[in-house]
């Protein structure tokens, strides 16, 4: 079994950033790869970025080059760097882990951009 605990969502203006943390405990070991996915309202929930176990990475398009995804393996946190945020980043965020055999989600975290 995987527990994911998810922090740092809150309420930003367009242009600003926010950091999500995501901690992860009990069968550590078997996890990879890790990420992060969202859901807006009304649409389907979708992947942002992931970060395998030997290090490579994949984001979504409307995320390159503005989000990065990083772990911290003695802290065993993934982190979601979010920069020039924008409105329709608006979403709950949630922090995703599998192990090969199962895929375990965090309860989501709220993201809002507005002014």
Known sequence: QVQLVE????????????RLSCAASGSISSI???????QAPGKQRELVARLTGAGRTNYADSVKGRFTIS???????VYLQMNSLKPEDTAVYYCNAETGVQVYWGQGTQVTVSS
Not at 71 to 77: A, F, L, P, Q, V
């Open 7 to 18: 922090s740092g969502g809150g309420l930003v203006q367009p242009g600003g950033s926010l």
């Open 32 to 38: 990879n790869p890790m990420g992060w996915y969202r």
């Open 71 to 77: 772990r911290d393996n003695g802290k065993n946190t």
